[in-house]
């Protein structure tokens, strides 16, 4: 069962691909072909801000090993993952794009990652 597991993850990390749609309500991020984790959909009257956040880990060899994720500040001034387990450049360049497209202006939040 553990080496189906390990195929099916291997299998959808190399063919799986994030989409992202921009409707005139909603944001809506799937991650296809393969069924897996981190599809979500949030309404753009709800996302206040968007900025990076830096994951780090440590794997079982004790290596540090980082991933990025686009979070938002919504209405509630809750903060939640939009999009992860990507790289620091794609991660920046979809906060930018993203914000850019949703019509919002940067604005620094504390925590975020920067470059």
């Given at each position: 069962?553990?080496?189906?597991?390990?195929?099916?993850?291997?299998?959808?990390?190399?063919?799986?691909?994030?989409?992202?749609?921009?409707?005139?309500?909603?944001?809506v991020v799937r991650i296809l072909p393969?069924?897996?984790?981190?599809?979500?959909?949030?309404?753009r009257a709800d996302i206040i801000q968007l900025f990076v956040k830096e994951k780090t880990k440590k794997d079982p060899y004790g290596e540090i090993v980082r991933n990025y994720e686009v979070h938002l500040i919504d209405s509630h001034n809750r903060h939640r993952s939009l999009i992860s387990r990507i790289s620091s450049h794609q991660a920046l360049y979809l906060e930018r794009r993203l914000e850019e497209l949703l019509g919002m202006?940067?604005?620094r939040v504390g925590e975020a990652y920067i470059g």
């Open positions: 069962m553990l080496a189906l597991c390990t195929a099916y993850a291997l299998l959808a990390w190399s063919l799986n691909r994030i989409r992202i749609l921009i409707t005139p309500t909603e944001v393969l069924p897996w984790t981190g599809n979500k959909t949030v309404r202006a940067r604005q």
